[in-house]
């Protein structure tokens, strides 16, 4: 088959799977992390994506890299089963129950708080659980939702505000464009930045363009250990 016709293939299966779950462009691109014009371009079998967008793309519709590729006897998808938890949402939200994991999955929100400036520790002791659409984490399954400290810095102002709630996919730590991650320094502390890896050296780049870039000079060894996973949700509570 030509290597046009590949294109082709993963791009309708793209189409087709984004269409089923009544997303639009900007809404893809905004979940898995592509930028706009290069998931256009995917889907209209310009370029065919690197492997790491395409398992980017494929957790978030929560297909199978295989099936978007047009391989025979690939499955589309797996069937998801409901998860048994309690729900503690706010103080008038309170009770067990069976939550359908094909419309919400509860993420585990753990008690302490993250930094949006200097590098705080995160205490991972649950305190209560996050309901998160299914949708906007398919395909993830070591998540852990975490608060912002009210008392955040400014270098992730204005995206991450204040009190907000940012879910982590801690299996998450490869680098990509536009990405935002929890990443630790030396003393363990733990902060959210987006990233650049230039050996050795690890940039911590804020979203505040007023503030300045920070960086982690390693020895030998990958960015990885100090990457905690990447931000794949984030939500303003009302209270």
Known sequence: MAKSAHFK??????VRARSQRGWNRNQLARISGISWANLARYEEGENEPSAGKLLCI?????????????????????????????I??????????????????????????????????????????A???ISQITGRSDLVAVRVDLEMG?????????????VIDRQDNLI??????????HSGGCTLKRLQWT????????????????????????????????VVWAYQPLV
């Open 9 to 14: 293939i993963a791009g309708s299966r793209i």
């Open 58 to 86: 494929a957790e978030a519709l929560g297909v199978s890299v295989d099936w978007i590729l047009g391989r025979e006897g690939a499955k589309e998808s797996v069937v998801a089963g409901p998860v048994d938890v309690t």
């Open 88 to 129: 503690r949402m706010s103080s008038n939200i309170q009770g067990s129950g069976i939550v359908d994991e094909s419309e919400f999955r509860a993420v585990p929100l753990v008690s302490g708080t993250i930094a949006a400036g200097s590098a705080r520790i995160v205490d991972e002791n649950i305190d209560e659980y």
């Open 131 to 133: 309901l998160i659409h």
């Open 154 to 166: 400014r270098s992730m102002l204005p995206l991450i505000q204040p009190g907000a709630v940012v």
């Open 176 to 185: 990509i464009p536009d990405g935002m991650y929890a990443v630790r320094d």
């Open 199 to 230: 050996a050795p050296r690890l940039w911590l780049v804020p979203e505040n363009r007023d503030e300045p870039v920070a960086h982690i000079d390693l020895d030998v060894e990958g960015p990885e250990k100090y990457i905690v996973g990447r």
